[in-house]
């Protein structure tokens, strides 16, 4: 069946999606990652690179640190990426995405990635939490690289905290842009902001909202103007009968696309598109997003619960 279904997307020259994709499946997260990574199968990675690039991603995400269910030591990666970026390269032109938040992953994978061949390779990501900021920040301008900024952690004191305003992403995002122009040299399009995105069901912080409600201030903000706005799409339906995921991540797609968002980390074996009006998943998350929204001497804790309330209705 998932057979058909792809081959149908490829023959639909009608097939468009609306934003950049990030293809993830080489990721440890997902079982055929796994199992290429047990047996250190280069081809079974390839196999992965191929199947998404004929799937018409614009990307290609390399993730291969551990899981729950998998444990991958730090030097275990380092031996492995010498070998598996050259040997991505040879089967798709996508440029890469090095996904970690470890400093000498992207040393090791950015001296092993042709840009020649490929273009710019995109740095996933900088955070306020992370360490050797300023070394990234040479890495990301030695190697003329595309970066994703995680604007969902804001800068406190010597440290670091999860955003809970979108005004906060905002003023991270600010922050970085202004960094990243000054420091590494990038331009407003090179830089991917990521705004967060929470499980629906489970948001009893008002996440979802709180990034939709920063693209919109980013998009409004003359200074960021030509940034890129991301998310990573699988976290919005985690924890939901896998039935209804494709539909309730496009829903989140079509209300996001309408915010600012413009690029996707996801999955492209999913038909990922813009939902009509009368989609009942989007009429469903759309109501629940509203509902999320405190009322008046409500906690956002409790517009929370009442939206996972609301999600419910697509599990019946």
């Known amino acids: 069946m998932k057979s058909r279904k792809i081959r149908a997307m490829n023959e639909n020259p009608t097939h468009r999606r609306p934003f950049k994709l990030i293809g993830e499946l080489i990721n440890h997260s997902f079982q055929r990652a796994r199992h290429a990574w047990h047996h250190r199968d280069l081809a079974g990675y390839q196999r992965l690179a191929k199947l998404q690039t004929d799937l018409g991603a614009d990307y290609l995400t390399v993730n291969i640190d551990g899981t729950q269910q998998l444990t991958v030591?730090?030097?275990e990666m380092l031996d492995l990426v010498s070998d598996l970026i050259p040997a991505i390269q040879e089967v798709s032109d996508l440029p890469l995405a090095f996904d970690n938040p470890w400093i000498e992953f992207h040393r090791c994978c950015l001296a092993a990635y042709d840009g020649t061949r490929s273009g710019p390779p995109l740095f996933n990501s900088v955070a306020a939490s992370r360490d050797h900021l300023e070394e990234m920040y040479e890495l990301i301008g030695q190697y003329d690289a595309n970066v994703i900024v995680m604007a969902s952690e804001r800068f406190v004191d010597e440290g670091s905290a999860q955003c809970f305003?979108?005004?906060d992403v905002h003023r991270t995002a600010r922050t970085f842009v202004e960094t990243l122009r000054s420091r590494a040299n990038r331009t407003n399009n090179q830089i991917f902001l990521d705004p967060g995105l929470a499980p629906i069901s489970a948001d009893t912080y008002g996440l979802v909202n709180m990034?939709?409600?920063a693209m919109r201030l980013i998009r409004q903000d003359v200074d960021l103007e030509g940034v890129h706005v991301s998310v990573g799409l699988t976290n919005f339906s985690f924890g939901v009968p896998k039935h209804i995921r494709e539909g309730m991540e496009n829903?989140?797609?079509?209300l996001a696309t309408e915010a600012g968002l413009d690029c996707v980390l996801?999955?492209?074996e999913k038909n990922l598109r813009l939902l009509d009006p009368?989609?009942?998943s989007l009429q469903v998350v759309r109501r629940a997003l509203a509902d999320g929204r405190p009322?008046?001497?409500e906690s956002q804790e409790e517009a929370g619960f009442r939206q996972?309330?609301?999600i419910m209705e697509l599990y019946r």
Request: hydrophobic share 15%; aromatic share 4%; glycine share 12%.
């Open 73 to 75: 030591k730090p030097q």
């Open 165 to 167: 305003t979108p005004e």
């Open 211 to 213: 990034g939709l409600d």
């Open 251 to 254: 829903a989140y797609i079509t």
């Open 266 to 268: 996801g999955n492209p």
């Open 278 to 280: 009368d989609d009942r």
């Open 295 to 297: 009322k008046d001497g």
């Open 308 to 310: 996972s309330a609301r």
